[in-house]
Nanobody, 112 residues
Framework: QVQLVESGGGLVQPGGSLRLSCAASGSISSIAVMGWYRQAPGKQRELVAAINSGGSTNYADSVKGRFTIARDNAKNTVFLQMSSLKPEDTAVYYC??????WGQGTQVTVSS
């Protein structure tokens, strides 16, 4: 059973950047789609970005032009580059793939 471990979160000022990483304990090359989700306090978990095995991506409207998802199958890692961060981006961020349990997530806090 592949496990996913998220890292890279932290406290950042509005307008700043962070790069999140999602390390898999096994190969991700056969996983068709991987995604980043987030859950803010009192809100439902939402899909932020997804990438398929061919490299095609899609993004939530709220992050388009600011976030970039990428995958490195050789390193079994998925990344989320976040720029121009806003306070409303504050949430716990999770990576996910079909059939793999949710990890612990990584906290992102955008505040001055």
């Amino acid at each position: 059973q592949v496990q996913l471990v998220e890292s890279g979160g932290g406290l950042v000022q509005p307008g700043g950047s962070l790069r999140l990483s999602c390390a898999a304990s096994g190969s991700i090359s056969s996983i068709a789609v991987m995604g980043w989700y987030r859950q803010a306090p009192g809100k439902q978990r939402e899909l932020v970005a997804a990438i398929n095995s061919g490299g095609s991506t899609n993004y939530a409207d709220s992050v388009k032009g600011r976030f970039t998802i990428a995958r490195d199958n050789a390193k079994n890692t998925v990344f989320l580059q976040m720029s121009s961060l806003k306070p409303e981006d504050t949430a716990v961020y999770y990576c996910k793939a079909p059939g793999i349990v949710w990890g612990q997530g990584t906290q992102v806090t955008v505040s001055s």
